[in-house]
């Protein structure tokens, strides 16, 4: 996409490169630019990794975090915020690997190239994870003209919108935590008529595929690349002996550290069987202690999504809370969290006032668990969160908040009990 800028005269020496990204393409942006000399800024969704962000760092980029939660052509969403750049920087450029004809020309050149070489044209279906559509477009368009017997698969995640015209989204209300691939619109660059079949995935047969793949393959991919494999693995089941499919593993672990390879992230969100080894704990009298104890008669705060920041902000220094859960309008349902980081992020970011509602940085994803887990399993997920979110589930998408428990709220317990115990 850069060296087609530059052949077209888009950029120059002292040019800024700007790019919505979901981190993988913007590393890649990022590279190129440090080598080449240009500035670089890089506009990503809060839920893409902190490995990425410190990737980016590195490499000199200027880094625009936005909300997750919002769609695309809302006027904070990570494209038209990048949009609103490119026309307040003077000399830049905004690739937008969403509707740039270079995104899938590379890979119809190159990646494809590839691939029939080192299989001598010998492919029957191939399976690739579907984000701006760069990947599976150009691919696809190469072996529809040289093998075009060849079955092109498509992979996105519940909750994205990218196969919503092929009647597998089951689940459109969910979100999904892969990065990468899904969306929730249809990036112009993609065009779908070239997938001959979709498939979708949710985050933890392929969070735990992933983790497979490195354990008994030695591959250190990622997420997206475990939702692949299990598509794979699926689609695979139509070809015939000797017919081969090759699946694309786009990916490496080194942006997910601190996600899906942590243990205890995955234990949060109920995938694998990632359980630590408690043995020294069995004799402690809180270990099998049930949570509801922790939560009985406790009063949530809350707010709701059209709050201003400036009123959570006023709440939460009232009752000394680091966090406010975000309920909907039936004030039951819990739709989000929002965060004293968070808020101080977005401001010191200028990407939000404390006019704002509270919707523009509520985050979705947060650490929870439900009502009737033990104790054990709440300290846990505290080795790495400063709150837990204790659920009351109402339906498999619907949930209602209990409580929301902290590092004090454990301390506070224990002493309280203690002495009952001990005697």
Known sequence: MILDAERNGLISEGSTIIEPSSGNTGIGVALACAVK??????????????????????????????????????????????????????????????????????????????????????????????????????IGRKFKEVIPECQVVGVDPYGSVLAEHANVNKCSTASWELEG???????????????????????????????????????LCGGSSGSAVVAALDAAKDLKEGQRCVVIIPDGVRNYLTKFLDDNWMSERHF????????????????????????????????????KCFEAISLMKRHGYDQLAVLGQDNLLLVGMITV??????????????????????????????????????????????YVVVIDRVSETDESIAGIITHIDILNYLAKNWNSYEQ
């Open 37 to 138: 000399g240009y500035k670089c800024v890089i506009v990503l969704p809060e839920r893409m990794s902190n490995e990425k962000v410190r990737i980016l760092h590195a490499l000199g980029a200027k880094i625009i975090r936005t909300p997750s939660s919002v769609r695309y052509d809302e006027p904070n969403s990570h494209i038209r915020v990048a949009q609103k750049l490119g026309q307040q920087i003077k000399n830049s450029i905004v690739l937008d690997q969403y509707r740039n004809a270079a995104n899938p020309l590379v890979h119809y050149d190159s990646t494809a190239e590839e691939l029939l070489k080192q299989t001598d044209g010998k492919i029957d279906m191939i399976v690739i994870g579907v984000g701006t559509g760069g990947t599976v477009n150009g």
């Open 181 to 219: 691939i899904g969306y929730e619109f249809i990036p112009s660059v993609l065009d779908r008529n070239v997938v001959d079949k979709w498939l979708k995935f949710d985050d933890k047969s392929s969070f735990e595929m992933a983790r497979k793949l490195i354990a008994e393959e030695g591959l």
């Open 341 to 386: 980081q968070n808020i101080l992020a977005k401001m010191s970011a200028q990407t939000l006032t404390v006019k704002s509602p509270v919707s523009e940085v509520m985050v979705k994803n947060y650490p929870k668990i439900e009502i009737n887990a033990k104790l054990r399993s709440i300290l846990r997920i505290l080795k790495t969160n400063p």
């Open 272 to 307: 694998g069987n990632f359980v630590d080894d408690d043995s020294h704990h069995k004799k402690a009298w809180f270990w099998n202690e049930s949570i509801r104890e922790l939560v009985n008669g406790m009063n949530v705060k809350s707010v709701s999504p059209n709050t």
